[in-house]
């Protein structure tokens, strides 16, 4: 099994982690060639870089699936031509603009685009144990409440690795 991540943020370090757990050959999709350490310490077997023409096309046709965890517009028939004959593509990033999506992406090889937000209950209890069981974990930041408005304009600059969480303990000192 040939697995694409595409994005290297909050969603795609967490598919990195759970795509190599399960043994998938997993590849990362990303824009920014400083981003490759990061991925092949996370579980990323190889990193493609996706501005990169002659790396898309070496790798066109090959993967079973890929998780696209970007909500910033990109071009979704690029990486469906990236699937295998029944690949299939799972959004789980949200875009604000429409995605623009040419019938043959899909109709030649039998490929499929897919979306989800969220498992119910059974399903988050499932991953839980999945990642206790692999001990997975997300790559977090803990900050204090006093630097949330940095934090905030981190976020619109992508540098965050990965996650921001608020230490509650400063909420007292606020």
Do not use: W
């Not at 795509?19 to 590849?27: N, P, Q, S």
């Not at 469906?80 to 019938?103: K, R, Y």
Request: glycine share 10%; net charge negative; with cysteine.
């Amino acid at each position: 099994m040939k697995v694409g991540i595409v994005g290297l943020g909050g969603l795609g370090h967490m598919g990195i982690k759970f795509a190599h757990a399960l043994g998938a050959h997993t590849v990362v999709f990303t824009t920014s060639p400083s981003k490759k350490e990061d991925a092949l310490r996370l579980g990323a077997d190889e990193v493609i870089i996706s501005r990169n023409a002659d790396e898309m096309q070496k790798h066109a046709g090959s993967f079973n699936s890929i998780l696209d965890t970007l909500s910033a517009p990109h071009d979704m028939n690029a990486l469906l031509g990236m699937l295998t004959t029944d690949g299939n593509l799972t959004l789980v990033g949200a875009s604000e603009q429409p995605i623009e999506v040419s019938g043959f992406s899909l109709l030649f090889g039998r490929r499929s685009l897919s979306g989800s937000i969220i498992g119910g209950i059974a399903e988050t209890q499932e991953m839980l144990d999945f990642c206790g069981e692999k001990n997975i974990t997300s790559d977090v930041e803990v900050i204090p409440i006093q630097k949330v408005n940095e934090a905030y304009e981190r976020l619109l600059k992508s540098d965050v690795k990965y996650r921001f969480f608020i230490d509650m303990e400063s909420l007292k000192t606020a």
